[in-house]
Structures are given as structure tokens and as C-alpha cells.
T-cell receptor, first 112, second 113 residues
Framework: DGGITQSPKYLFRKEGQNVTLSCEQN?????MYWYRQDPGQGLRLIYY???????QKGDIAEGYSVSREKKESFPLTVTSAQKNPTAFYLC???????????FGSGTRLTVV | GESVGLHLPTLSVQEGDNSIINCAYS??????FIWYKQESGKGPQFIID?????DKRQGQRVTVLLNKTVKHLSLQIAATQPGDSAVYFC????????????FGKGTTLSVSS
């Protein structure tokens, strides 16, 4: 079955460390997105990519970095510059101009 | 600031009632709208979508209404069941441009038996 996979499901980070969250899709979707969700809040856009080797900042890109070397993969790195990284991170993908945005099951990141 | 928002943060209904969840959007250029359901600890689950060239679309037990004049979106759930309890988000985008979905804060629907 086609889908979008995020890993790990839970991630713990020490202060000052960089961590990378994985997002892989086998839907042949062109575009991929990263969102952050805080408790009781909606989803806020971190970064998105419409095509391989290109990506754009979203509303809260500071302290995060991404890469899009392959169509199937869009990893998100949470850097030490992100002062409040504890949150639920969601990855999504879509085909440009067509219906449907598919979400992964999320990664819960906690700073310890 | 947010371009999409929901009118009520919480909604409590009895099992069997019809539920109406509302959403206002501010970007008149948005042409594609989606309603998602999110259960605790999970990713958003697609419920129903609508394009700007329509004003109503029906699914199984759900109906989405779009009023472009006042930039308002609503989700109607018929015969609400306890399994419908979740947080509901509306989202908007300019689909042809491949822009990202913009989400509102969400409405928590609680269904009591």
C-alpha cells in the first residue's frame, strides 16, 4: 500500500543536540511539507518542498533545516538553535494541482 | 497571523444529534479546502474536501458547505457518534500553485452517549 512514513514515533533530545526526523513517501507525490503542532494548537508550517532540490520556508522555519535530495524523502533537522523544540511534528505530501494531502502519523519530540 | 480559524474551540453534543463545525478563512485566493479529523497522538485524517467552484459537497454522514461571499466553511456531521469525538481542523490552500495547507486552531468535538 502507498503511504507516508514518519520515524521515529518518539524522539528524545538533549539540549544543544541536533536531531533529524525522517519522512518517506511512496505515493509519487511531488510536494512534501513539515508541520509543527503544540498541545491544543493547530498545525503550523515549518518548511515545504514542491520539487526535488528545492524548498521554501514556512511560518516558523527558524531553528529548522530540511533537504530534498530525493522525491520520496524530506528529512527535517531540528537544530540547537530551536529554543523550544518539544512538539508533535507532522509530515505531509501531495500532488501539485490535484486533490489530497496525505499525512504521516507524526513524531513526538521531547527535549530532556 | 492565521488565515483560517474556527469559531468555537469546543463543541459538545449528544449521540445521534447533528453537529455543525464552523470555520472562517481570510484568503480570497484560496481555491481548495479540506476538513481533517485528528485523534489524540495521531496525524490528521482526511474527511472531505471542496473546491471553490462548488458550494456544497456530501460524503458519508458529512457535508461541507462553502460560502465564498463571506469566506465561511462549515462541516456538518449527521447522527454524531461517540467515535466522532476528536479535534476537527479546516485547512485552505491555493491548490494549483502547490502551496501548503494553512490550518486553523481546531474545534474539539465531544460526543456523549
Amino acid at each position: 500500500d502507498g503511504g507516508i512514513t514518519q520515524s521515529p514515533k518518539y524522539l528524545f533530545r538533549k539540549e544543544g543536540q541536533n536531531v533529524t526526523l525522517s519522512c518517506e513517501q511512496n505515493l509519487n507525490h511531488d510536494a512534501m511539507y513539515w508541520y509543527r503542532q503544540d498541545p491544543g494548537q493547530g498545525l503550523r508550517l515549518i518548511y515545504y518542498s514542491q520539487i526535488v532540490n528545492d524548498f521554501q520556508k514556512g511560518d516558523i522555519a527558524e531553528g529548522y533545516s530540511v533537504s530534498r535530495e530525493k522525491k520520496e524523502s524530506f528529512p527535517l533537522t531540528v537544530t540547537s538553535a530551536q529554543k523550544n523544540p518539544t512538539a508533535f511534528y507532522l509530515c505531509a505530501s501531495s500532488t501539485l494541482g490535484q486533490d489530497g494531502y496525505t499525512f504521516g502519523s507524526g513524531t513526538r519530540l521531547t527535549v530532556v | 497571523g492565521e488565515s483560517v480559524g474556527l469559531h468555537l474551540p469546543t463543541l459538545s453534543v449528544q449521540e445521534g444529534d447533528n453537529s455543525i463545525i464552523n470555520c472562517a478563512y481570510s484568503n480570497s485566493a484560496s481555491d481548495y479546502f479540506i476538513w481533517y479529523k485528528q485523534e489524540s497522538g495521531k496525524g490528521p485524517q482526511f474527511i472531505i474536501d471542496i473546491r471553490s467552484n462548488m458550494d456544497k459537497r456530501q460524503g458519508q454522514r458529512v457535508t461541507v458547505l462553502l460560502n465564498k461571499t463571506v469566506k465561511h466553511l462549515s462541516l456538518q456531521i449527521a447522527a454524531t457518534q461517540p467515535g466522532d469525538s476528536a479535534v476537527y481542523f479546516c485547512a485552505e490552500t491555493i491548490n494549483q500553485a502547490g502551496t501548503a495547507l494553512i490550518f486553523g486552531k481546531g474545534t474539539t468535538l465531544s460526543v456523549s452517549s
